[in-house]
């Protein structure tokens, strides 16, 4: 059956994965830690070279994301991927800067973050390895490496699973960040390792730091993982969801429940 056309044959995003998008949770109220993700995208604009136009503001995107949300009747918490993509004309080499974009919402069952109950039994994936550049940082179109990634998780019945950068670093699971606790010190991987600036990633930093706990960003090896304490997977649509068991380690959630307690108060909303 044919249906209207939403996406031209030529979008970039589709012929070249040209674009990168942001995952974010909004309600009513309007979206959780909108001025974090909107820096984000911006970043990531500049650094692929697409012409931003003033009026594209924290403010906008919100407003553009809210009105969504009510013409769909929506009361829950939702599900935004707001995605980008640099507008039709040439081949490799494009013929405008300029973009568009594309909002998708859906509504989500529950309300709030709320920390699994069971922890994931996750594994690594190390046939492909993420490489480290100036998009790394990003979340792009292109993302056949976690699209593998994921087909290998379903192979293992695993719950997650960890990506390794070209050096062999553990740096991030296919659509969290990861955070690992050894000796009561929280420890997740800089950025110069390949890790997606996430926006919760961002935001656990900020509350640990509340509590007064150290925080360490550096490289992390697969032996620092397996010596862990806890290990947690963050990102900005679930909160947080701790890891049970990797291999035949196991693991903790202490400070992982503790942080989880804390995120609701903790979140920036733009109206």
């Known amino acids: 059956m ?3 056309n939403i996406i031209s044959i030529h979008n970039r995003s589709f012929r070249y994965g040209d674009g990168l998008f942001e995952s974010m949770r909004c309600n009513k109220n309007g979206i959780n830690f909108m001025e974090s993700h909107v820096r984000r995208l911006l970043l990531g604009l500049e650094a692929m070279k697409m012409s931003i136009p003033d009026n594209f503001t924290p403010k906008y995107v919100s407003d553009q994301v809210s009105r969504l949300y009510g013409e769909h009747k929506m009361t829950e918490d939702a599900r935004v991927r707001f995605t980008v993509y640099r507008n039709e004309g040439g081949l490799y080499v494009p013929s405008t800067n300029e973009f568009s974009y594309l909002i998708e919402i859906t509504e989500l069952d ?8 069971s922890g994931l039994h996750i594994g690594i994936y190390k046939k492909m390895k993420k490489p480290v550049n100036d998009l790394s940082n990003f ?3 292109n993302a056949l490496l976690f699209v593998m990634a994921g087909i290998y998780k379903d192979e293992n019945n695993w719950d997650e699973c960890l990506i390794v950068n070209e050096r062999d670093e553990i740096i991030e699971a296919i659509s969290c960040n990861m955070f690992m606790v050894s000796d009561e010190v929280l420890i997740t991987p800089a950025l110069s390792s390949g890790c997606v600036a996430g926006v919760m990633r961002e935001a656990m930093i900020r509350i640990a730091g509340q509590h007064d706990i150290v925080v360490v960003e550096r490289n992390v090896s697969l032996s620092d993982i397996k010596s862990a304490d806890e290990l ?3 990102n900005a649509s679930v909160g947080i969801k701790w890891v049970g068991q990797l291999g035949i ?3 903790d959630n202490n400070l992982a429940a503790m942080l989880s307690g804390s995120l609701e108060n903790n979140i920036e909303l733009v109206r």
Do not use: D, P, Q
């Open 232 to 234: 947690f997977l963050t």
């Open 110 to 117: 529950e309300s709030g973050y709320l920390l699994n109950e």
């Open 2 to 4: 044919r249906g209207k």
């Open 139 to 141: 979340k792009t179109a």
């Open 249 to 251: 380690t196991k693991y």
